[in-house]
T-cell receptor, first 113, second 111 residues
């Protein structure tokens, strides 16, 4: 158990809909990272928050947004969903803003029908 | 330049054999090279990591070999066991930047 909690574990929705994925980092970790894992593209970095502030953005679509709250949990919002958004979405946390060792949650599997 | 290229995509090894997974990078600024192990239904977990000031790091049956001039690094799993069957990701980063992951290698160790 990495100590990182993600909900929901599975989510099935329709195209055009909006979903929110939630992540609670390990106790004491200030950084939260979101990654998308699809079969053909491996782990793609989406966004990094450190202590409530956005630190880096990767290949995150404009339809996607994220935030980190004062209690350090984070949410990834995916809107206007398309079939191609179906993937595993991982949250990871680390102690500082330097990546070093990332502790991953078990992921949220999103299926868009 | 941010890419990390990983091969092979899949690997089948007999129990007791050596598993070798290779990664190559272009960005010479990379200064941290971890390997992550992912079991089905789980998130990736750090297995072993190396920095470019050493050419090899060993932890138990797992060894990272690093070739700075060739911009390549590899994971060697000695005496591979069925319990090692998982997907392995190499990654790289520099400074405070996020990890860039390779595409993954699905390892199957036959009993």
């Amino acid at each position: 158990d990495s100590g990182v909690t993600q909900t929901p574990k599975h989510l099935i929705t329709a195209t055009g809909q909006r979903v929110t994925l939630r992540c609670s980092p390990r106790s004491g970790d200030l950084s939260v990272y979101w990654y998308q894992q699809s079969l053909d593209q491996g782990l793609q970095f989406l966004i990094h928050y450190y202590n409530g502030e956005e630190r880096a953005k990767g290949n995150i679509l404009e339809r996607f947004s994220a935030q980190q709250f004062p209690d350090l949990h984070s949410e990834l919002n995916l809107s206007s969903l398309e079939l191609g958004d179906s993937a595993l979405y991982f949250c990871a946390s680390s102690v500082g803003s330097f990546t070093g060792e990332l502790f991953f949650g078990e992921g949220s599997r999103l299926t868009v029908l | 330049q941010q890419q990390v290229k990983q091969s092979p995509q899949s690997l089948i090894v007999q129990k007791g054999g050596i598993s070798i997974i290779n990664c190559a990078y272009e960005n010479t600024a990379f200064d941290y090279f971890p390997w992550y192990q992912q079991f089905p239904g789980k998130g990736p977990a750090l297995l072993i990591a190396i920095r470019p000031d050493v050419s090899e790091k060993k932890e138990g049956r797992f060894t990272i070999s690093f070739n700075k001039s060739a911009k390549q690094f590899s994971l060697h799993i000695m005496d591979s066991q069925p319990g090692d069957s998982a997907t392995y990701f190499c990654a790289a980063s520099y400074g405070a930047r996020q990890l860039t992951f390779g595409s993954g290698t699905q390892l199957t160790v036959l009993p």
